[in-house]
Structures are given as structure tokens and as C-alpha cells.
């Protein structure tokens, strides 16, 4: 599972960037930042290799396709 660590490793090196930036600024919210910017990458990836076909881009992110409708919708993501 080699992917698994390089993404990990995308988000580790993302968030010690972060870190660094604040500069002893408090830091909040990290949790939603990282999973709202993680999740909208992930599914506009995935839309386009779909060629915007939700059924399809459903099935490739393993969740029902109505909860990809409503993720697009929450995201406001163009489809």
C-alpha cells in the first residue's frame, strides 16, 4: 500500500508547513481544515476520472451515491 503512505506523507509534510507558517500562532481547527481540503481534491479527482459521472465516481470512492450528491452539493464542487 505504498499510495497510502505517500498521501499520508502529503499531509504530514502539509501540516509541518503549516506549523511553520504560524509562527507560534495558535492553531484551531486543523481537523476540519485537513478533511475538507483532503475530502474536495478527492472528489473532484475522482469526478473527472469519472468524466463526471456520479454512479461511477460513487462506486470508485467505495460510499452510496447519494451521499456523493450531497458531498458535491455541501462542497459546492462543479460537476
Do not use: W
Not at 478533511?35 to 459521472?53: D, P
Not at 461511477?56 to 459546492?76: D, H, S
Amino acid at each position: 500500500m505504498k499510495q497510502q503512505n505517500e498521501i499520508g506523507d502529503c499531509v504530514r509534510q502539509s501540516l509541518e508547513r503549516y506549523f511553520k507558517d504560524l509562527d507560534g500562532e495558535p492553531a484551531r481547527g486543523i481537523y476540519d481544515m485537513v478533511l475538507g481540503n483532503v475530502e474536495r481534491s478527492m472528489i473532484e479527482t475522482v469526478l473527472h476520472k469519472a468524466e463526471g459521472n456520479q454512479s461511477i465516481a460513487a462506486e470508485m470512492l467505495g460510499i452510496n451515491r447519494n451521499t456523493l450528491r450531497k458531498k458535491v452539493q455541501t462542497l459546492n464542487i462543479k460537476v
